[in-house]
């Protein structure tokens, strides 16, 4: 519900101040001042890991309006997981590589004054919902806002995320480019809504949203909002085929490729030999999994044009 006249609004900032060289840190501080120069009561939250920003943030919660994550997918992921099913909205100053939720909620990605523009708008409007995904694994669960993958990407973020050089999608890229030199296809075996079997792939993701990897078109229809998440195999592909293949991702054109099929689920199950699975960019969980959508979970403060990605009174599962 937007606020009403003449209460402040009151939001709380959990900043990751080591995203992208420190940049985080100096995004929270101006986006701080920004809001505080626009009449909102602003709590700003760092701690010195995420178990302890969690718990921050989930103390902070009876006294937030909002809850805005200063850094990238891993801090939102992290905040959104806290916020689930609360009602309580979340918000996004991008500071990251990647910065997939904030162009999923229409955040402009290289303007804080932007980004704090668009965060008031939202909130006058009052919060929009999306789904989440949910990964469940002996022992544990975790949500996701944008993309889980499994095989040749989740691997390549495992590379990528050990350089420290080059940053943005240069690292992606030239991390996809060292691991195909010894990657091959894995044999999955995957049952999505019931129906099982075995699959040979170069990777399998399960989308919630439609890009990763910092604007990665994997699956450009999906839509955080309709009850169901889009999933994605790409079959067996030669080292030539894939590099053929790969650019036309970040545009989305890879759909209809022979060995590209995507379908729409509401279940997941995956399972390989070493399968490490990803989501959001962060590393969630080792070996089998379960990949479920959870309809309307997530309050958000989306851009008023945020528009296919995230719109007012989507389908509920």
Do not use: C
Request: neutral net charge.
């Amino acid at each position: 519900m937007p606020l009403p006249e003449d209460s402040p609004a009151r939001i709380t900032l959990a900043v990751n101040p080591a995203a992208h060289a420190g940049l985080g840190d100096r995004r929270g501080r101006e986006a701080a001042a920004a809001l505080r120069s626009r009449g909102v009561a602003v709590t700003e939250l760092r701690r010195g890991s995420a178990s302890e920003l969690a718990a921050a943030v989930a103390e902070a919660l009876p006294d937030s309006d909002a809850v805005v994550a200063v850094g990238g997918d891993g801090v939102v992921n992290l905040v959104a997981n806290v916020l689930a099913g609360t009602g309580v909205p979340l918000g996004v100053v991008p500071a990251g590589t990647g910065n997939d939720v904030a162009r999923l909620l229409g955040v402009p990605l290289d303007s804080v004054a932007g980004a704090v523009e668009a965060l008031l708008a939202a909130l006058e409007a009052g919060p929009r919902h999306l789904d989440l995904g949910r990964i469940e694994w002996p022992g544990g669960q975790r949500h996701y806002v944008a993309v889980a993958s499994a095989g040749f990407d989740a691997r390549v973020n495992e590379r990528a995320n050990a350089w420290r050089w080059p940053r943005g999608r240069a690292r992606y890229v030239l991390a996809v480019l060292r691991e195909l030199v010894s990657f091959r296809p894995i044999l999955f075996e995957l049952a999505a809504d019931g129906a099982a079997g075995s699959r040979r792939a170069m990777l399998v993701s399960v989308a919630n949203g439609p890009s990763l990897g910092g604007g990665m078109l994997v699956a450009p229809a999906a839509r955080a909002d309709d009850g169901a998440l889009d999933l994605l195999v790409v079959g067996p592909l030669s080292v030539p085929a894939f590099l053929e293949v790969f650019p036309k991702v970040f545009r989305g054109a890879h759909v209809g490729h022979p060995a590209v099929e995507l379908s729409t689920v509401r279940n997941v199950r995956l399972g390989a030999p070493g399968m490490v699975v990803y989501a959001d960019g962060e590393r969630v969980a080792a070996g089998a999994v379960d990949i479920s959508v959870v309809p309307r979970a997530l309050a958000v403060l989306a851009a008023p044009t945020a528009d296919p990605a995230v719109r007012p009174g989507g389908r509920a599962g």
